[in-house]
Structure formats: C-alpha cells, structure tokens
C-alpha cells in the first residue's frame, strides 16, 4: 500500500462519525475517533529506526502530472518528527476531549469531523515534498481551524476569533503561494528536495529574496510571530481540546516546519538569518512581556506560546548562520531549536489541559477569581506545577534543557562577524534574556496565582473540586514526559531531534551520527548560561513577587494604539469602503454590468495583441468575394442599422432576425451547411420567443440616457466590434501552433466513430463542455421557472385579498 494515502485516513474517517454519533449514542464519539490517531501513531512510529540512521522513504500519487503537481509523502526526520506530534499529541487531546466534552449537550458530529480534516492537513503539510499540495493541505489547516476556533458558534467571540485568524492565515498562505511559484519558476521543479539539490542554480536569481519573503509571511502568520500574532490570543475562545492541540503541537508549529524545511534553500542569504532571528526575538520578547498582562488563564498560555515559537525561530535563524561559518554553536542552534520544539509540544499541551480542568470545574478562567486551589485539585497542581517550571526553564524538567541551549546560542551570535552581526549582535542576547526573565514570571503567575494563596470559593460559579480521572490521563502522560525528558535526552536526541537537524542542515551532516551532540544539565561553574539562568531566577523571583505594584504598568497604554485596534480599524475601513465602492458600481442594471464587461476585455484584449505584436494581417490567404458576399454584407449592416435606430419592439425583433439569417446566409456562401443549418434554427427560435414574450416586454424607450452615456455606449460598442475584428484578422493571419483541425479530420471516423466532424467535436471531443453548458442552461430554466410561480403565487394572493 502507499503510505501516501495514510495522509488521506483522518478525512475518509470522518465520513463515519455522523453515522457513530447519530446510531450509537450510548457511546462517546471520541472513543471511536481515537483509534484513527492512535493507529497513525503506531504505524509511524516503525520509521523511526529508519530515520535514525539516516534514511527516508517516499510514496507517490500522481494528481496533475502535466504541471508537475502530485501528491509525494516524503519521510525523513523532520516530517517523522512532526507526524508523530500530531498523531501522538493528538491521540491525547482525543482521550481527553472524550471526558470534556458532553456528548449530551455538544455536537460531536461536528466537532470531530472538524478535528479530523485538521488532523489530515497537517499530516499533508508536514509530509509534502511538493510545494503546491503542501500549499494545499497549509490552505485546509487555515479552513479546519476556522470551523475549530468558531465551533461554539452561538458566542460572538468565538465567530469572531475564527474569524481574525483564518484572516491573517489565509493571507499569509496566499502569499507563501505566491513565494511557491516564484521557486518553481527559478527552480524549474514543484519538489522541495529537487529545489534543495538545485539551490546553487538559482540563488543569484533576481526574484530570489522576492520568494524568501512570501514564504516567510505565509509561516510567519501561521506560526503568530510579531505582527501577525494577534490571532492568537482571540482564538482561544475555542475550546480547550482544540487550544491544546492546534496552538501546542500542530498549527503554530505550522510555520516552524516550513522555516525548518526551506532554511537548506534560503540560509545562504543575509535577508533570511537577520528577519528569522529578529522577528523572533522581537515575538519572544513581546509574547513574554504581555502574558503578564492577562488574565485568561487560556490568554496567559497564548501569549506564552507566542513566546516560545519566537523562542524556537530565532534558533532556526541562529542555525541558518551555519552556513556562514564553521562554529560549532551554530549548528547546534539547530538540534536546540528542534529538542525545544518537543519540549514546549509536551509541556504546553499539559498547561492547556491543567487550564481547560481548571475551567470545568470551576466555571471560570479568570485568574482574579482564583487562589488556593492546591489543596482541592492537588493532582492538577502537580501537573502545572511541572509544566510551568519546564516552561521557565528550571531543572530537572526538560525545558531546562533547550534553554540553556539557546542562551548559549543568543551569546554566539555577538561574535559572528558577518552581516553587521559584530555590531548589532550585542542586542539579541539582551533581548534574549530580558524576554527570559518575562518567561520566568509568566510561568510562576500561571501556576502559583491559580493554586496558591487564599481561596475565594465563593467568588467561583461552581464549586470547585478534583476533575475525574479520565481528563488527568492526557495531561498526566505529558507531565511525566516533561520530566523524562530531563532525565533522557540524549535518548530523544538520537531517535527525534538528530534525524530532524540533518534535514535542516543537510549541508553539514551525512547522517544523525554526525550531529556531535551530548546533552547535559550540567556544565561547570564557568558556564555563561548558568549564571544567565541565576540571574533570570533572581530577576524574575523580584518581579514576580512584587508584581501587585508594576502590574498596573500595562494600564499606560491606550487601547487604541494596539494592533488588535488596528486590525478592527482596518476591518472596519474595508468593510465600508468596497460597501461604498460596491454600491457605486452595483447599478443593478444589466447594460451597466456589460459595459464594465465589454469595455475590460476589450481594453485588455487590443492592449495585449499591440504588446505583444500579434496583429498581423496576412490578406495572400483571404478568401475572394463573391456578389453574393458583398449583398449578403449589405443586408447585414442595413439589419444592423435598423435595431439601432428602431422605434419599436416589433422592428427591432424583426431587424434582429434579419442579422441572424444574413450570418446564416454567409454560412451557406461559404460551404459550411451545418453551421447554416445550425444559425437558422437558433434564430427561429428566437424570433419566435421574442414573439410569443412580446406582450410582456416594455415599451422600447432611450430610459433618458443623455448624450455623454450614449457616448460611452458607442465607443464600447466599437471597442469590441474592433477587438473582434482584430482578433479574426490574426488569427487567420498567423498559425502560432499547428491548428487542431488536422486531427479532427483525421480522427472523427476512427476515433470517434462519426460522420459530422460538427456533430462529433459539440458530443465528443467537447462533450464536457456541451454538458456544462447544458447544465447551466438547465439551472436557469429552473430559476426562470421558480420566478414565474413566485409571481403567479403572488397575484393569486392579490386577488384573494381583493
């Protein structure tokens, strides 16, 4: 079997779960949902001794070959990597939605069909080799996410947390298109690992930075990196199974895989290490400084995680100056960046966990209300206990780890001596530390203001006490995972993080042995990091406990110079401004529509033939012109004339059967019966309808039109008389490619079986676009049809009330 079609598992799974919801409702849905990840889980986990050693596998599905678009699973050790994070990860948030959500009061129908697209777009983005399916599945993440997000769609928050963030996705995903077919062009390849074997080929390529940029918006915005983070923190109005799988493990880290991914392409550029480095420590630092602020338990975690994706980029952009020097500190930016990215899946999804318990059973988030929360939830404690310390980076938990590891990389980066690093550099571990200290009091605020202190009871809408076993399970698993971390990393380092850096760096290593790397708590005294993480706890500790006095800080900013404010403003201005532009071209009159139609295409048309000197007249190849010919053009410009200058419907009608049947005539002059035969009865028709309608039309009138728009009329109409002209002229004139017509008459008896080479290109070579047409047709007689009974209904109603 390809394995490729495994991607597909989660959405085809989700056709089931209406019929298990709504036949077995005895049952929590979720149990039957959880098998689909759980079963991924383990299918993947057997690559892992593949990839170990350095290997990868690949599964293929054609989609539009001609354009070099397929479907392509490329496993090596990065997709593994995140494969199993969104499989794994999400086998937790399914057992622990099982226990959250009600499956009386919600509708599970929806909610796991929802999780299950997003389970597969994320599969599909992580595994793409090609870029255009990869763009793909990343468009389906932004539109899953949206159902998810805006689940509870009664809540007008909800509506418009979905809302801002498939917004800002859904824009940067666009862009990243745009940077996709920009490489393709420059590359000549949709395939990332052809387009990574190739780089050298096209890096001096002027639309070079032009392609690194649009990527990076596309995973700047998914990955909430500064500006872009807004959406982040309105999304929490999801609930808390959707905020503990898509903002911990898979969405956000969406665009950490893409930057990881591409960084083998782009690092050698100067543009790429200074805006993935500066961007994300401009994100870590605001992340950090603002989760302080908030409330929300949910809302502390949102910036928090806003924190720690800047955290992770600013060590991909650290990794990427590998490429520029042979220190060793930089290539192991990449295996921190990758060993924090496990690390903060593992702890942020137990924080959001601890967070949605503490909602259940309490019936708020707000941490003003909290306090003292220990002694009737000690198990919850305990698991945010160790989830908040990972997240400040204190021993013996994993995130300790990692961010060693990343001070130690921030250092570095002060002596690097290209690209202005050697002067500006001497900023990013300041910043690095500040946002650090930041962390440190977020995390301390998270975990000791909702457990510690004095219980306010009576402030809480229910009663709080221990939540049920089955919702610990999840979180449980992912504490002690924190914890093992710590104590095996190099364990974690040699099965996921060294398999994943030599895909970041493949320059650098032929295979995980290569990645020289033992990780230790311990390092000696003379450590810088060690003395940066005691001053970090002592800092922090200072702030944290006087944090009563300097809280009120954030009070100094006025609302409305935020960026959620800009964002609304910019909502708002565009909103009204195509309502306006909107109601100045909506006329609601046909002719109005045609003339901006006509008038477009016919600019567009005449432009492009003088651009790009395709108007050539070639008159060796004219037919001659016959009496007939000349009479036959006569009558047709005098029928012409006549329904223009009529007075009446009547003559107009007659007039226009009189163009139709003159074009018939010039059929039959030029030996083309079946289209003669075909133009009259189309015209017979018509006239006929015309007829039948005629008492029915309104009178034929100017509709006071003054001179200026008969003006405008004339000159469109002339417009498109000459742009047709134009284009019969040349492409009579000049055969750029071989016509088709050759074939047609080769095929139309051995292939097709026909006699009428007309009849045979409308009903077999064009069938489908006969049928399309036929359908349409269909579809407006069906609506002229339902206006007909409207208006009969209406007037029965009229004369019952006479």
Do not use: C
């Not at 599945?137 to 947390?161: A, D, K, V």
């Not at 999840?474 to 971390?485: E, K, R």
């Not at 004139?733 to 009849?759: D, R």
């Amino acid at each position: 079997m390809e394995f490729v079609l495994l991607i597909f598992l989660p959405v085809i799974a989700s056709l089931f779960v209406p019929i298990l919801f709504s036949k077995l409702k005895g049952i929590h849905t979720g149990w039957f949902v959880l098998l689909v990840p759980f079963f991924l889980f383990v299918y993947y986990s057997g690559f892992l001794k593949m990839t170990s050693t350095g290997g990868h596998a690949l599964s293929k599905i054609d989609w539009i070959p001609s354009l070099g678009i397929s479907f392509v699973s490329y496993i090596d050790g990065l997709s593994l990597l995140f494969t199993l994070l969104i499989t794994g990860i999400g086998s937790l948030v399914v057992l622990y939605s099982i226990f959250y959500l009600d499956k009386e009061r919600e509708r599970l129908n929806h909610f796991y069909v929802y999780l299950l697209i997003f389970m597969s777009a994320m599969l599909g983005v992580v595994q793409s080799d090609n870029i255009i399916s990869l763009y793909l599945f990343w468009e389906l993440t932004s539109i899953s996410s949206f159902l998810l997000i805006g689940y509870w769609n009664t809540r007008e928050r909800s509506r418009l947390g979905a809302l801002k963030s498939m917004m800002i996705t859904v824009f940067g995903g666009l862009m990243m298109l745009g940077g996709f077919v920009l490489l393709g062009i420059m590359g000549n390849t949709f395939s990332i690992r052809e387009l990574i074997a190739n780089v050298s080929s096209f890096s001096d390529h002027g639309l070079f930075v032009l392609a690194l940029v649009l990527i990076l918006l596309g995973a700047f915005t998914k990955s909430a990196q500064f500006p872009f983070h807004i959406w982040l923190p309105d999304a929490m109005e999801a609930p808390t199974p959707v905020s503990a799988y898509l903002h911990s493990a898979t969405m956000v880290k969406a665009g950490l895989y893409l930057v990881a991914r591409f960084t083998p392409i782009f690092a050698t550029s100067e543009v790429w290490v200074w805006t993935v480095t500066g961007i994300g420590l401009l994100t870590l630092f605001w992340g950090s400084f603002f989760a302080v602020k908030q409330t929300d338990l949910k809302a502390i975690l949102a910036f928090s995680t806003i924190s720690q994706l800047g955290l992770i980029m600013s060590l991909l952009g650290a990794a990427s100056v590998a490429y520029h020097t042979d220190e060793t500190i930089f290539k192991l930016a990449a295996f921190a960046a990758i060993f924090h990215l496990v690390n903060h899946a593992v702890f942020k999804g137990s924080l959001f966990m601890v967070a949605g318990i503490v909602d259940h059973e309490t019936g708020t988030r707000d941490i003003r209300k909290l306090g003292g929360l220990m002694s009737i939830m000690p198990i919850s404690f305990t698991i945010a206990f160790i989830g908040s310390m990972s997240m400040a980076g204190l021993p013996p938990f994993g995130g300790f780890l990692s961010k060693e590891m990343f001070l130690d990389a921030m250092l570095a980066l002060q002596h690097f001596d290209q690209f202005n690093f050697s002067t500006l550099g001497i900023l990013l571990p300041i910043v690095a530390w500040v946002a650090s200290v930041f962390t440190f009091v977020y995390s301390f605020y998270f975990v000791f203001k909702t457990f510690t202190g004095r219980k306010r009871e009576d402030d809480l809408p229910r009663t709080p006490h221990e939540a049920p076993v089955g919702m610990l399970v999840s979180p449980s698993i992912l504490a002690v995972l924190v914890i093992a971390i710590f104590f095996i990393p190099n364990v974690v380092g040699k099965w996921l993080v060294k398999p994943a850096v030599i895909a970041i760096q493949p320059n650098l290593y032929s295979s995980p042995a290569d990645v020289n790397v033992t990780v230790t708590a311990w390092h000696g005294f003379d450590y810088p990091a060690l003395w940066l993480t005691v001053a970090i706890i002592a800092i922090g500790s200072v702030l944290f406990f006087t944090l009563a006095k300097w809280q009120k800080l954030y009070a100094i900013q006025p609302e409305y110079l935020s960026l959620n404010s800009f964002y609304d403003s910019l909502m708002t201005f565009s909103e009204k401004g195509t309502n306006r532009l909107s109601r100045f071209y909506m006329t609601g009159l046909i002719r109005t529509y045609l003339l901006y139609m006509f008038g477009a295409i016919s600019v567009m048309t005449i432009a492009t033939l003088f651009m790009k000197n395709a108007f050539v007249v070639n008159m060796n190849s004219f037919s001659e012109v016959s009496l007939y010919g000349v009479l036959t053009a006569i009558i047709l410009l005098v029928a012409v004339a006549m329904v223009l200058l009529a007075k009446t419907r009547l003559a107009a009608i007659i007039a226009l059967g009189a163009v139709g049947y003159s074009v018939a005539l010039f059929f039959v002059i030029f030996k083309a019966p079946d289209l003669a035969l075909t133009q009259l009865v189309i015209e017979t028709v018509s006239v006929a309808l015309f007829l039948l309608a005629f008492q029915h039309l309104p009178s034929l009138n100017s509709h006071g039109e003054k001179k200026r728009t008969k003006l405008v009329n004339a000159i469109i109409a002339g417009s498109v008389g000459i742009m047709v002209t134009l284009i019969a002229l040349s492409a009579h004139s000049q055969k750029l490619i071989p016509s088709i017509s050759n074939y047609y008459k080769e095929t139309v008896a051995t292939k097709a079986g026909g006699g009428n080479i007309v009849n045979v290109i409308l009903v077999d070579y064009r069938g489908f676009d006969t049928l399309f047409e036929i359908a349409v047709l269909s579809i407006a007689g069906i609506a002229v049809l339902g206006m007909i009974r409207l208006r009969l209904a209406k007037k029965e109603r009229s004369d019952e009330i006479k």
